[in-house]
């Protein structure tokens, strides 16, 4: 089980960190990847991050205002978003897949999702 956390209703600008935390398995052997949805919209990649952290990918619509890290001990995964815009706005899910490496932007053969938490940026 995935469980999000973090999300919230913030102004453009402002900074959010959302939080995974994994219960009943070790997030060590997985890639974990945060994905968003908006209204109307497809779910998209954000970012992903390998087992042990070696690799990060990012969408260009996030570079150098989003860093993924980990916390394998915490079994815990972060997302640190800065100079959140109003198309940051969603709800945002974590997924997890064994594997070594990220297989980023694809969704696919992610065996654990969360149930999402809702982010929006207004003013």
């Known amino acids: 089980q995935l469980v999000e956390s973090g999300g919230g209703l913030v102004q453009p600008g402002e900074s959010l960190t959302l939080s995974c935390v994994a219960s009943g398995f070790s997030l060590a052997d997985y890639s974990i990847g945060w994905f968003r949805q908006a209204p109307g919209k497809e779910r998209e990649g954000v970012s992903c991050i390998s087992p042990w952290g070696a690799s990060k990918d990012y969408t260009s619509k996030v570079v150098g205002r989003v860093t993924i890290s980990r916390d394998n001990a915490k079994n815990t995964v972060y997302l640190h978003m800065n100079s959140l815009q109003p198309g940051d706005t969603g709800v945002y899910y974590c997924?997890?897949?064994?594997?070594?490496?990220?297989?980023?932007?694809?969704?696919?053969?992610?065996?654990?999702w969360g149930q999402g938490t809702q982010v929006t940026v207004s003013s």
């Open positions: 997924a997890a897949r064994r594997s070594t490496f990220c297989l980023f932007p694809s969704s696919e053969g992610y065996e654990y």
